[in-house]
């Protein structure tokens, strides 16, 4: 049995010398691990099934005469898929390239100057570690991950990696980009649930709403049939947005199988978090996802996940219940969901899940 000391160390630290099995600590339960892997030197994913998610054009969303049309593709998405591709953002090429190079080259630095980062504590700024929820998990996940708190930037920046050098400007610039998309996006979803373009006072707190950043990195795996790169979950927040390399990894639960996405370029996955789900009353549904390693090729993702600040309540606005739609999940805010993950293991829906009401 492997020592916790030594799986704290990480999945990149692992791989500095040559690996050729999954150690055990690593290896799912049989029912728990992928029925087909991803192969990078097939077009085709090895035979993975692919799927072509929703595309919602945000130029679109921003032009009066193309927003109704866009607002109901929007809303399709978020009902039927939980996610969705966004093309034409606006946010610059370079800021995204940006990101992802100086990710890279965080992760590319040694052990020692990552472990500086660090931390079991869920509210600090930064936190670099690995798998899902270390403290937690039976099994670890082939994932190390670099985590930053976003908001109040001020407050929170000087607390970030200083080394790439670089690092701080790119990650602020990229986070105060994907913020700005965030306020514009969650915009057209009010909307498109029938709140009204400018209605809701909700708004206001979105401005003032929480951002963390997550920095994902997936080494080549000698076993990728044996593990996962992040196991079934759905995202805490209303919603996430992904930024990830051309790799193919992430895979939804779409009708009861599992089918792998295939990545556009220069686009963002979009997807719903259990804060909409239960925002919207159930309409729109969060998705559920998980990633898968290769054996050849290291995998990068960038996913931000916004909300309203963490002293919000999360509930539908009176608008969204009434005698034929009532109440489905009951009042959450931030500090009940770090009370169920430092509780048990977190898996699937399951917070979710314990926030429903009796119907």
Known sequence: MWSIGFHNTGVRHLCEQPIFKVPGRYILPLEERPLRVIDTTQPNAGGAPLISLPVVDFSELTNPSDRPAALRSLAEACENYGLFQLVNHGIPSEVMSAMVDGSTRFFEQPYEERAKYMSSDMTSPVRYGTSFNQSKDRVFCWRDFLKLTCRPMAQVLPHWPSSPADFRVVAAAYAEETNSLFLELVEAVLESMGLGRDGSSIMNQF??????????????????????????????????????????????????????????????????????????????????????????KSRMSIATLHSLPHSSTIRPPPELVDESNPRRYMDTDFASFLRYISSCEPKKKNFLESRKLAT
Not at 208 to 219: D, F, R, T
Not at 253 to 262: F, K, N
Not at 285 to 292: A, F, M, Q, T
């Open 207 to 296: 401005e003032e709403g929480s951002q963390l950043m997550v920095v994902n990195c997936y080494p080549p795996c000698p076993e990728p049939g044996l593990t996962l790169g992040m196991p079934p979950h759905s995202d805490y927040g209303f919603l996430t947005l992904l930024l990830q390399d051309q790799v193919r990894g992430l895979q939804i639960q779409h009708r009861e199988d599992w089918v792998t996405v295939e990545p556009i370029h220069g686009s963002f996955i979009v997807n719903v978090g259990d804060h909409l789900e239960i925002f919207s009353n159930g309409r729109y549904k969060s998705v559920l996802h998980r990633v898968l390693v290769n054996a050849t």
